[in-house]
């Protein structure tokens, strides 16, 4: 195929993919996908090209953050092509969010299901050449997380990037995921420890609204690399809502030096 997608879709599957990263979470709602998203954005800021898998099936929020919710996915003869973020195609994303009929739709669907369009992701998408693809998983050990295993460790060594917030609750949780990965054998890259703080935009005065420093003491603990700790913003907030670049609209953020 040939135009507008001309130039990915010679190239099917992972092969041309150069680093995988997994984003993890013990618990929903602690970051996640705002992390895979940021983590997208600043690595097409360092002159990358990016894809992001969205297998976060039952809650796929990336295309609604990267404002391409509603884009359709087109069929060529080596799979499907990704939803392109940009007009220089440096952001490539894939997500059940572009396969349903209706945005809201809920997905309700077991486990082989949820497996069977897994392994279709990962076969069956045109990524073409890629420096990183950064995939964004449901929250938890689930079986979506044994299925993106299964089916990405053929391809390349992968990598894991830990998301928590600070709170015990969060922290225990996320100790459970880093057992998941030694039992699985996936290399932890790192801990990020989100909304670790709230720095008032008016006297700057920082308040630690869950507690401060769990991230950071889990990391030491499981020796694991502690990767830095993103503070509340609302104007990170809003970005992720409305679609805009955080990291080139709010370079003076508390919250730029962590995600760049
Ligand atoms: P998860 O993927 O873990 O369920 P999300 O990334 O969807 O979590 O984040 C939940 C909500 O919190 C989203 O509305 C997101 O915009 C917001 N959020 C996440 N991290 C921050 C932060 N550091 N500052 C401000 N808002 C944040």
Redesign the pocket.
């Known amino acids: 195929m040939q135009g507008q997608h001309g130039k990915y879709s010679e190239c099917g599957n992972l092969a041309g993919v150069r680093h995988i990263i997994l984003i993890l ?1 013990g ?10 998203t940021e983590l997208a954005l600043a690595l097409r800021h360092a002159g990358k090209k990016v894809g992001i898998l969205d297998v ?1 099936l039952c ?1 796929p ?1 990336i295309p609604r ?1 990267l404002q391409v919710q509603g884009r359709a996915v087109h069929q060529c003869d080596s799979g499907w092509v990704p939803v392109f973020v940009d007009q220089e195609q440096s952001i490539a994303l894939m997500s059940v969010g572009f396969l349903l009929e209706k945005p809201d739709e809920a997905v309700v669907w077991r486990g082989p299901k949820k497996n069977a369009l897994i392994k279709q992701f990962v076969s069956d998408v045109a990524w073409g050449e890629l420096d990183y693809l950064v995939v ?1 998983t449901p ?1 938890g050990t689930s079986d979506e997380h044994i299925a993106t295993l299964e089916a990405l460790r053929p391809y390349k060594p992968l990598g894991a990037l830990v ?1 928590t917030t600070p709170q015990a609750v969060s922290v225990g949780d996320v100790r459970r995921e880093l057992t998941f990965c030694r039992k699985t054998g996936l290399q932890v890259m790192g801990v990020v420890e ?2 670790s703080s709230f720095v008032c935009p008016h006297c700057a005065e920082c308040t630690n609204v869950f507690s401060r420093g769990g991230g950071e003491e889990l990391a030491r603990h499981a020796g694991v690399p502690f990767l830095g700790s ?5 104007e ?2 809003r970005s ?2 409305e679609g805009r670049d955080f990291i080139q609209e709010f370079p003076k953020s508390p ?1 730029f030096p962590a995600l760049i």
């Not at 993103?230 to 609302?234: R, T």
């Open positions: 979470s618990k929903g709602g602690v970051g996640k996908s705002t992390i895979s976060d809650g929020s953050m964004d929250p998301v989100n909304m993103v503070p509340l913003d609302p990170l907030t992720l809502e919250a």
